[in-house]
């Protein structure tokens, strides 16, 4: 069985960093690409960044280019989040996700870790 | 990355059918058949329902369909039931990914 489970996320205030972890198991982690996604209290979802099976590619949405970074471990099967500069916007939820395997579409969610920018 | 325009709610009752649009441009929806839709329901993490416009993974019910016509994609959830109350999301991928604005389904 697939398992996604995110840790990291706390109070912090603005300017701050953070990073958020993803821990993975019940598939072969280094086959998929996988996603990080947030959804603000009451909001939608945003997609956040996108990183490739073997970490070599990188995508951010605008929002959060240049301040966060992304990664992965293969070998603990874990993925990251790297957040500098932190702003009151980026308070959600983030999700991390993994690549659905058929085409590009998030296959299997966490249950997500709750970020707050809040001085 | 504009977020995709999706209706806010939409209703129905049970066994009827209802249809969510998710409208965006020829940069996304309408250049790409990769879309995608995602059911929330209250509390809980997004389930993929549609990948690449109209495919079901496994285990999701034939009750739910996708299309599309132009720069609008479509979710059918037909002979609706009680669970179906949830929160849609739709996807496009055009080398980012971009979500819609979401719709809530209530079930009358």
């Known amino acids: 069985e697939v398992q996604l489970v995110e840790s990291g996320g706390v109070v912090v205030q603005p300017g701050g960093s953070l990073r958020l972890s993803c821990a993975a198991s019940?598939?072969?982690?280094?086959?998929?690409?996988m996603h990080w996604v947030r959804q603000a209290p009451g909001k939608g979802l945003e997609w956040v960044s996108l990183?490739?099976?073997?970490?070599?590619?990188?995508y951010y949405a605008d929002s959060v280019k240049g301040r966060f970074t992304i990664s992965r471990d293969n070998s603990k099967n874990s993925l990251y989040l790297q957040m500098n500069s932190l702003r009151a916007e980026d308070t959600a939820l983030y999700y991390c996700?993994?690549?659905?395997?058929?085409?590009?579409?998030?296959?299997?969610w966490g249950q997500g870790t709750l970020v707050t920018v809040s001085s | 990355q504009s977020a995709l325009t999706q209706p806010a709610s939409v209703s129905g009752s049970p066994g009827q059918s209802i249809t969510i649009s998710c409208t965006g441009t020829?940069?996304?929806?309408?250049?790409?058949?990769?879309v995608s839709w995602y059911q929330q329901h209250p509390g809980k993490a997004p389930k993929l329902m549609i990948y690449?416009?109209?495919n079901r993974p496994s285990g999701v019910s034939n009750r739910f369909s996708g299309s599309k016509s132009g720069n609008t994609a479509s979710l059918t959830i037909s002979g609706l039931q009680a669970e179906d109350e949830a929160d849609y999301y739709c996807?496009?991928?055009?080398?980012?990914?971009?979500f819609g604005t979401g719709t809530k389904v209530t079930v009358l």
């Open positions: 996700a993994k690549d659905g395997g058929y085409s590009y579409e998030l296959g299997y």
């Open positions: 019940g598939f072969t982690f280094d086959d998929y690409a």
């Open positions: 990183i490739s099976w073997d970490g070599g590619s990188t």
């Open positions: 020829s940069s996304d929806v309408g250049g790409y058949n990769y």
């Open positions: 690449d416009v109209s």
């Open positions: 996807s496009s991928y055009t080398s980012i990914y971009v």
